[in-house]
């Protein structure tokens, strides 16, 4: 019933003007990332609605933020009866949602994936500009800039680390995790084993790449079958061998300024390792 109306509401010409010089007063994301990137810049009011993931604490960096807010589930139906002026969605947020709310003539402004820190200083001063908020956006950026600058530079010979996660997935120096750990001061194995962006890395290849470090996600027990690579008996060889760092993929999923805890675990740990040397 609610889609009927909704798609009559589509062709009588949808409820939504065309975005005006004035800072939207109703924003709605529907995306994790563009959630917490809302959340730090929006003025007091302006930002009306979250996406349920920003609520999951193993995904989002800002629940106790998030808890503030009305929830969505990103859903068009849904969307479109909370009446946003604006609407934030990531560049692969459900296709079929956004195409009919730019049917109803909703603004929608669609973020693309962070893949490096420059990428994450680009998606704040963006969203700093949809929101109407490029003061506090480039605040953000200097705080940001001037916290990573105290972690320091890397010194010395760069150790090797292995970024593993769920179905044996590695990260390349072309992703956002990548780029943090070569930010941290490490060589990243699955560059060596020529994965640029992400990709399955094979556990024989792990193991001849004896990693100085090996970096998991943190572990969901039990929720998931593609967790069982973590218990196989190769990669708690390697295990056995090399010391091992977790970091929450609340730290590392999105690009915002809460990947300096990311950055700085692993600074932590590359010290650690060079001081032990």
């Known amino acids: 019933m609610v889609r009927r109306w909704l798609l009559a509401a589509c062709l009588a010409g949808g409820i939504g003007a065309g975005a005006g010089a004035a800072p939207p007063q109703r924003v709605l994301s529907m995306n994790l990332c563009t959630d917490q990137l809302a959340m730090m810049l929006a003025a007091p009011g302006q930002l009306v609605s979250v996406s349920h993931l920003a609520l999951d604490p193993r995904a989002s960096a800002m629940t106790r933020e998030a808890a503030g807010y009305e929830v969505n589930h990103g859903l068009a139906e849904e969307v479109f009866l909370m009446q946003p002026d604006l609407v934030l969605a990531g560049r692969y947020t459900s296709r079929t949602a956004v195409d009919m709310l730019r049917r109803l ?13 420059d990428g994450l200083r680009h998606g704040i001063r963006r969203m700093g500009q949809v929101l109407g908020r490029e003061a506090e956006a480039q605040r953000i950026i200097q705080g940001f800039d001037a916290d990573l600058a105290r972690l320091g530079d890397a010194e010395g010979k760069d150790p090797s ?35 640029p962006f992400g990709g399955f890395l094979p556990l024989e290849l792990l193991v001849l790449a004896d990693p100085d ?10 929720a998931s079958r593609a967790e069982e690579i973590y218990d ?15 970091v929450s993929d609340r730290d590392w999923i999105c690009g915002t300024p809460h990947v300096l805890r990311a950055i700085e675990t692993l600074a932590r740990a590359r010290a650690a390792l060079v001081g032990g040397q």
Do not use: C, K, W
């Open 213 to 222: 470090l090996v970096v998991l996600d943190s572990r969901n027990h039990g």
């Open 232 to 246: 196989h008996p190769a990669l708690r060889q390697v295990m056995a061998q090399s010391p091992v760092e977790t």
């Open 161 to 195: 680390a292995a970024l593993y996660s769920a179905n044996g997935y590695s990260s390349g120096d072309s992703s956002l995790a990548g780029q943090i750990l070569l930010t941290a001061g490490f060589r990243n194995i699955a560059a060596d084993a020529g994965i």
């Open 105 to 117: 003539e909703v603004p929608v402004e669609e973020f693309d994936i962070v893949s490096d820190l």
